[in-house]
């Protein structure tokens, strides 16, 4: 077990640096999942999202009093003054992502049935903000109806009318139980994110092992010694294997300790089963990085677009919902893209029979499978190396 | 400036290739891969249509006017939804297996059954009320002596739109931007590792090769300052290439102020490689430990200035403006993005100095470490 | 005088690695710094060369104070260190070029001293090759002419035969020499003796970071009472014999042990025949008899009661 030791070792005396990483990337995902989750709850219309929204108009009547109104309901309102410089601020920092500008004239146009347009300055692609436009414009359309049908109403009346209408809503009925539901949202994203960071880390901390053991004199030295390169190799991978499993649980258990705040449901262990067979997928894509790369200059280079790369394109920072169809195929050449896929369908699970279960099954196996391959890629191309 | 030092400097950087190639390609990359990920937020194309059951039931059927609503959702290219017809039951299955979103169920008043709160989920919602509102406007037009009851309903079903976008500056307001601004941020910071590489090379207490130069009639600063450009050139040049890759190849907006674009990368690439020096400098851990810091630091930066999750940047700027202030890669990030929004330079100036300012206070800091020609121990 | 150093003290925390040093180097010396491992040669060369602070004491190179912003010193001096520290991006011409190009500026004058560096050092076949397919002998020869390229006029060699193959150090050593022949003074460290005695016109010997002796070689073995080691090797020696022995004039200590009866005596003549006679006398048996002068190990045991190389 000489080799395993000395692996150990390696990885004892770098302990600081992996400390550094795994505190980062532990920060990162939590931060990111706490933000993510407390926007989830509050972007969408359940909850009743509150955009930030500066409405500047330019006359004061009762209809225009109405419709603020009725967009208080929906949006937090932030006063701004009408000056360009402070209205521009005001969108750069996001301190409002909706500015409404009234023109002049315009509660008299709707009264009198002429077409007439409200001005918007908004930040893109923001679902908050949608559900604005959903909601101006629903009142303007009703109002519109108003006007055509009924003779000689007052601006007062319209807006009264139209306060009854808009207080309709949909009833919505969540099957799963709310607070649950929120938690696993909370897990889901974690996990998520925690797909970065492990990789992050695995990639980081064994290419230090690994550059150490690719020394060509020191790798040269083992060969003479008398083990055969399998069970040097056994040996390594055992070590590799430790330290795996000693990074997932540090992660794993952090994550524990945030689910089970709000308590423990079965789900939370089928993500932390997925997530175990995600580490074993990342630390043998970071062998291979460690077994192809030869300078050490290039390795956080290298780290980063892996990293970066893999999560962007497999759902990880954007939501799959949001990926093109052709990304999606593509990213589906990927381990992280069955992650993330067994992470999503997880997350939202009640039932955990076969029928249900079976994707995510699917999702697992082939990550394991994604895990041999790069290992078997790696042992060959390393034994090349050797032998050049 | 030595020219023999900065010239044998510059070869001998060009010559390690592996690293070369990665420091010039991993941006690149990187930036393909975000283009992958985020064309299709910005283009808001190829929108896929939510599927939604509806219980079949007798007081759908009698519904009418929810069926012709839902079944012009369900219609045309761009379709909102694809609708299953089917039991309770059925839907309930569907529901569960997660072959659907929701389920409405049509039962005096309808109901929307979901399993969990999402960006689908949402969007029947909004479909839903919007639907609900108008039909409730109907029913009070009808209690109210309408002029032409018979265009009511066609009336209703016909939807203007109220609303014109305008742009409040230079520009419209940019998400996806941000996230290739901070890309560049990022690649300019990952110039620490030629920074933590020139003090590698220059303290005696680290490097063989280091002592030689130190025993040389070199003065250090000079030859440090030399072999420091060196790198900067290479650097700045693989940044060179990234910009012009995102301007012609991924055809990434820039604004009209192209060459200020081009000076904010020289300024971010002196003051990455100058945090690098620094941080090299003033650690005096192992390499490993070093990277790690370098690593971790540029991160939390990126990660900070949004570059994997944008409302982390608004999140701070609300929260904890002086954090903005004080991440050098969020200024950056920002001063690519005052460029492109605003009309006048003064928030664009406000960060260029601040970061400015930061550059000048690395190199000082780098300057008193290195400065020391003797050392404690070798 | 080239170097001078008076009441030098450096300390590693508890360490003190070198303790109360002086040393004086002239024009024209091979000098050679001889001491076991972990002595304070290296520690000593890198405080005469400012790379280290040291706590007390004066340097002086060419008659003047020895400081890090020295560069009209530094600009004669020569150092070989015990590393080799080249660059592996760059061929060994391109090596030597620029190291010599730190010193030098004009570059046809230069391009002149690189080729007779490479000469020197016996690598012109080896010009386009980068530092990595080097071996061993010929890495250490690189690094010895980039530090000598410039044909300084002080040479500082810090243990550069280490780990060199016979051939390549008595190549080395012949160009040491060589290097002095043409006007350069030379420091030379290292823990091997056979290298001072054959190569340096003074040393000094250090231990535990002190001067424990200075002079020319037959100086230093003038120093001790050791005159000669008389070796014989016998079956059986009886204690009333050694004694008997001991008492001979001349005679310091004799010693049996593993069938070796080692005999030390002060300076004179004849010691070896006082032996001799004492072993017929005593009709001792024996196989092989022979005599040692002493070497500078001799000296190092006799100061400081322990071997050179341990």
Partial sequence: MQVFKLCLKILKKNIRSLLIYIVLFLGISTIMASSASTEQNTDFSFTKSKARLAIISEESTPLTAGLQQELAKIAHLVALPDEIEALQDALYFRTVSYILRIPKGFSEKIMRGQPVKLHKTVIPNSYSNAYLDLSIDQYLNSARLYVEQIEDLSQ?????????DLAVETAVEIKTNDRQAAKQTYSQYFFNYLSYSLLSILILGLSALLLVFNNQDLQKRNACAPLSTANVNRQFVLAVLVFTVLTWLVMALLCLVFALKDGFTVNILYLLLNSFIFALCAASISYLIGTLVKSPNAIPAISNVVTLGLSFISGVFVPMELLGKQVLKFASFTPTYWYVTANNRLASLTKFNYTNLQPVFTSMLIQLGFALAFFAVALVLGKNRRLQ | MSLHIFGNRLKCLLRDKENVFWTMLFPILLAVFFNLALSNVNAG???????LAVVNNSSFHNDQALQT????????????????????????????EQKVSAYLLVDEEPVLVVSKTGIRESIIKSFLDSYLQTTAAVNTILQNNPNNPALLFQSAGERQNYLAEVTGSAADPNNILIFFYSLIAMSCFYGGFWGMREVTDIQADISALAARINISPQHKLKAFLSSLTASYLIHFSELILLLLFLRYVLQIDFGAKSGYVV??????SLAGIAYGAFISALVKKSENMKVAILIGTTMFGSFLAGMMIQDIKYLVSQKFPLLAYVNPINLLTDAFYSLYYYDTFSRYFLNITILGGMT????????VIVRRRKYASL | MIVSVKNLVKRYDDL?????????????EVFGLLGPNGSGKTTAINCILALLEYDKGEIEIFGRPMKPEAYDIKR?????????????????????????????ADKKLRQELVREAIEFVGLQEFTKYYPKKLSGGLLRRLNIACGIAHKPKLIILDEPTVAVDPQSRNKILEGILELNQQGATIIYTTHYMEEVEQICSRIMIIDKGRSIAVGTKDELKAMITLGEKITVESQRITAAQLSALRRLPNIVSAEYKNRLLVIKSSKGSNNLETVLEFIKQEKIQFGKIYSELPTLNDVFLEITGKQLRD
């Fill in chain 1, 156 to 164: 007062e009346e319209l807006v009264q009318f139209l306060q009854k």
């Fill in chain 3, 16 to 28: 003190l690695a070198i303790d109360h040093l002086n040393l004086t180097v002239h024009d024209g």
């Fill in chain 2, 360 to 367: 000048i206070a690395f190199c000082l800091g780098t300057y």
């Fill in chain 3, 76 to 104: 004669h001096i020569g150092v070989v260190m015990q590393n080799v520290a080249v660059y592996n991006e760059l061929t060994v011409e391109e090596n030597i070029n620029y190291f010599c190009g730190l010193y030098v």
């Fill in chain 2, 263 to 268: 000076l904010t990368t020289a300024l971010g």
């Fill in chain 2, 69 to 96: 609503a839902l079944d012009a959702a369900a219609a045309g290219e761009q379709k909102l939804f694809e609708l299953t017809l089917t039991s309770q039951e059925q839907a309930e299955q569907l529901l569960t």
């Fill in chain 2, 45 to 51: 194309e190829s929108f896929q249509a939510i599927k």
